[in-house]
């Protein structure tokens, strides 16, 4: 096959390591965006309705992942306060958002190597993108700013912007309409084995796999696996 004409690349655990947003993205916002307002004066404190809110949070969570289609932070947060019986507006709950995810920021570090990578396939003008399941878009820019890599990226490319989990080739189509390539052209870089290997598989991409625990699926459709991101770009680009 011929070198690839675009590269794209998750976030969450390949580009970024950041535990306690991602706790909040898949758990945690609910209860905490009650807490938040219960700070600020907004709602009386109740750690009964804090704990009761995680449940509707977590099973639409589980079934976006199913069906694909996805809910940003603020309408997934107002789903769980509806099912426990709470009323907020949308502005007091997206300014506790806001002021969560920011609180969470310094938490986030780059993957070793990542950023080098980044920078290698940058300096051989191969257009690169994001493509995440990520609730709060923002975060997302926030990090790659914060580590001097956002002017590499032609896009990014999350589910809370596009609208699209990667469990819907929607997300993927997004990116390469950004990308102005094809899948075939494309090789998509990402630690899931279903929602970025056999994902972008499925709709032809060439795939790099950063398999972190170990395991290895028996056939494995990754085009290469990699333990680490170190030296990462000449192996990329290589790719045939």
């Known amino acids: 096959m011929a070198r690839p004409r675009a590269v794209t690349f998750d976030f969450h655990d390949t580009i970024a390591i950041a535990p ?9 916002l609910p209860g905490m965006v009650l807490h938040t307002l219960a700070v600020r004066g907004v709602i009386p404190h109740d750690g009964a309705q804090m704990a009761a809110s995680t449940a509707p949070y977590r099973a639409l969570r589980l079934a976006i992942q199913e069906h694909g289609q996805e809910s940003d932070a603020l309408a997934g947060v107002q789903h769980a306060l509806r099912a426990i019986g709470i009323t907020v507006p949308d502005t007091a709950v997206s300014a506790a958002i806001d002021e969560l995810m920011a609180s969470v920021r ?47 990226f032609k896009a990014i490319i999350s589910s809370a912007s596009c609208g699209y989990y990667k469990s819907h080739d929607g997300i993927y189509t997004c990116a390469m309409d950004a990308l102005g390539v094809a899948p075939e052209e494309t090789v998509h870089i990402g630690d899931s084995y279903r929602f970025d290997v056999e994902a972008a598989h499925r709709l032809g991409f060439r795939t790099v796999w950063l398999n972190l625990t170990g395991d290895r699926p028996d056939p494995c459709v990754a085009d290469l696996v990699v333990s680490d991101l170190h030296a990462l770009a000449p192996r990329v680009l290589n790719l045939g």
């Open 106 to 152: 310094a938490d986030a570090t780059p993957r070793p190597g990542i950023v080098e990578a980044i920078a290698a396939l940058a300096a051989e003008r191969i257009p690169l993108a994001v493509i995440s399941n990520a609730v709060y878009h923002p975060f997302l820019e926030w990090c790659l700013d914060d580590w001097g890599i956002r002017a590499a």
């Open 20 to 28: 306690a947003w991602f706790a909040l993205e898949v758990r945690q």
